[in-house]
């Protein structure tokens, strides 16, 4: 980009766009290659592994997904045919269920953490001064913040 090209809302949300996605696409491909996890499976986990006795009910887990929400029941089901999660009625709503990671789902959290966090560091980290790692997180809160009464 020209230094003399003006720079709106527009183009900033296109080069935003453009450079999560491309993280994304690295992000997966390491994931699979280090501990052989889908980009959208560690999605999952991670909820489950940072959540109160690692478990969500069903919905909320959706809520919070990142890369999929409108799948997530599809997604979830796969993630339990490997035995890395479960489900279980929720005993205070026969409607709800909960999904619960599994002593093998927490295990390979725990690997895929660890490569995860260096493959964070090493693609988006090391291009960042702690400053503007700063400035960054409270535009995204900012952003996060202003927009969180529209449904997602």
Partial sequence: MAVAEQVTAGVAWERTLRA???LLRVFDRELQDDVDLPLTWYDVLVQLYSAPDVRLRMQTLSDSLVLTRSGATRLV???EKAGL???EPAAED???YYAILTADG??????AQKAHGAGIERHFGKHLDPDEQKTLFAIMSKLLAGNQNIPG
């Fill in 85 to 87: 999660v479960r489900r």
């Fill in 106 to 111: 927490q295990r390979l959290m725990e690997r």
């Fill in 77 to 79: 089901d796969r993630i």
């Fill in 94 to 96: 026969r409607r709800g």
């Fill in 20 to 22: 999560v996605s491309r």
